[in-house]
T-cell receptor
Framework: DQQVKQNSPSLSVQEGRISILNCDYTNSMFDYFLWYKKYPAEGPTFLISISSIKDKNEDGRFTVFLNKSAKHLSLHIVPSQPGDSAVYFCAASGPGNTGKLIFGQGTTLQVKP | DAGITQSPRHKVTETGTPVTLRCHQTENHRYMYWYRQDPGHGLRLIHYSYGVKDTDKGEVSDGYSVSRSKTEDFLLTLESATSSQTSVYFC?????????????FGPGTRLTVL
């Protein structure tokens, strides 16, 4: 039972254009959502997060949108750069203090020069 | 940089042998986590710890045990390695200060069980 799903295994965009990565979840108790970026042979790197009390969070070129009614979040990267090419994971956590994260399967983004 | 190191970075072992992976942090945070990453599955939580000698299971804990005798070290042991445990293993910490569940990851250990 996959509680967090990234249905697109890969995405290819042109440099300078917008990249949109999507994530769906099933557990309405999730209250905090994160995006991580991962390069080959490295650990995941925290990118941006959003609390369930918000519907948008922005950090430079990265914006995360949360639609609670649809149980859907998305990561927008504008403008996309070749260095953004990586695997992107969304993750979710629920109430309680354990901090346990549930991850999606990941989406491989390729930004072409 | 969250000051997390993992050792070894690469290991090849044979089925049935015991294997211990080490995670070391320099900032003395309470919460530490072990994940495995496999194609098509993302990262899945194996075990986590919320203090010295305080550990609990994650979603894929079968075949794994953990120990935390010091704040800075979190060990993951495969008592008798199987080929299905071939994976990349990541350790993570959650910083004590602040109220979010953001985790920071180590560089990973690539384990191959033949």
């Amino acid at each position: 039972d996959q509680q967090v799903k990234q249905n697109s295994p890969s995405l290819s965009v042109q440099e300078g254009r917008i990249s949109i990565l999507n994530c769906d979840y099933t557990n309405s108790m999730f209250d905090y959502f994160l995006w991580y970026k991962k390069y080959p042979a490295e650990g995941p790197t925290f990118l941006i997060s959003i609390s369930s009390i918000k519907d948008k969070n922005e950090d430079g070129r990265f914006t995360v949108f949360l639609n609670k009614s649809a149980k859907h979040l998305s990561l927008h990267i504008v403008p996309s750069q070749p260095g953004d090419s990586a695997v992107y994971f969304c993750a979710a956590s629920g109430p309680g203090n354990t901090g346990k994260l549930i991850f999606g399967q990941g989406t491989t983004l390729q930004v072409k020069p | 940089d969250a000051g997390i190191t993992q050792s070894p970075r690469h290991k090849v072992t044979e089925t049935g042998t015991p294997v211990t992976l080490r995670c070391h942090q320099t900032e003395n945070h309470r919460y530490m986590y072990w994940y495995r990453q496999d194609p098509g599955h993302g990262l899945r939580l194996i075990h986590y710890s919320y203090g010295v000698k305080d550990t609990d299971k994650g979603e894929v804990s079968d075949g794994y045990s953990v120990s935390r005798s010091k704040t800075e070290d979190f060990l993951l042991t495969l008592e008798s390695a199987t080929s299905s445990q071939t994976s990349v293993y990541f350790c993570a910490i959650r910083k004590d200060r602040g109220s979010t569940d953001t985790q920071y990851f180590g560089p990973g250990t690539r384990l191959t069980v033949l």
